[in-house]
Nanobody, 118 residues
């Protein structure tokens, strides 16, 4: 059974930075293209960033130029570097395979809370 464990969230002021990590059981990151997702209060979960098994990255327009997705193969970890954070980035952040907003998602982890506030 796949398990994702997200960490690294917290409270940060606008313009600040955070680095999120996602650990997973098994050989997930070599098997799937991976993504970060987020869900703000009262809103649906949305896709944020993706990285293919070949290392090709893609970003939602709302985070392009501010967020960077990467993988640490040695630590079997998915990362999301978030810079120039805005209040609208406040959400619970999750990792999962690409296309996880449909029926093909792997089990969701608990996510990690990111709050951007003065």
């Amino acid at each position: 059974q796949v398990q994702f464990v997200e960490s690294g969230g917290g409270l940060v002021q606008p313009g600040g930075s955070l680095r999120l990590s996602c650990a997973a059981s098994g050989n997930i990151f070599s098997t799937y293209d991976m993504g970060w997702y987020r869900q703000a209060p009262g809103k649906q979960r949305e896709w944020v960033a993706a990285i293919s098994r070949l290392g090709i990255t893609n970003y939602a327009d709302s985070v392009k130029g501010r967020f960077t997705i990467s993988r640490d193969r040695l630590k079997n970890t998915l990362l999301l570097q978030m810079n120039s954070l805005k209040p609208e980035d406040t959400a619970v952040y999750y990792c999962n395979r690409v296309d996880a907003l449909g029926p093909s998602s792997l089990p969701w982890g608990r996510g990690t809370q990111v709050t951007v506030s003065p």
